[in-house]
């Protein structure tokens, strides 16, 4: 009985994940490709269009700490 009440609780944290990952992609770029995205290739994805947005705004890359 435990045991699947723990097996329930995991599948819906990782529907909540999958629903964010897919909302996620909404907001990048289209790729080419066609296809959808993997969860890494859409956090690769996420971390080089906020990067290009900063860069975009002048403030840099997001490795570097804003100057005083």
């Known amino acids: 009985m435990r045991r699947s ?6 599948r819906r944290r990782m529907n909540t994940l999958n629903v ?13 490709s066609g296809r959808r ?7 690769q994805m996420a971390q080089q269009y906020i990067a290009c947005l900063m860069e975009i705004l002048g403030e840099g890359s997001p ?3 804003p100057q005083k």
């Open 63 to 65: 490795k570097q700490s």
């Open 5 to 10: 009440a723990a097996n329930e609780r995991e």
């Open 37 to 43: 995205l993997s969860k890494y290739e859409t956090l």
């Open 20 to 32: 964010a990952y897919d909302k996620l992609r909404t907001v990048l770029p289209e790729m080419d």
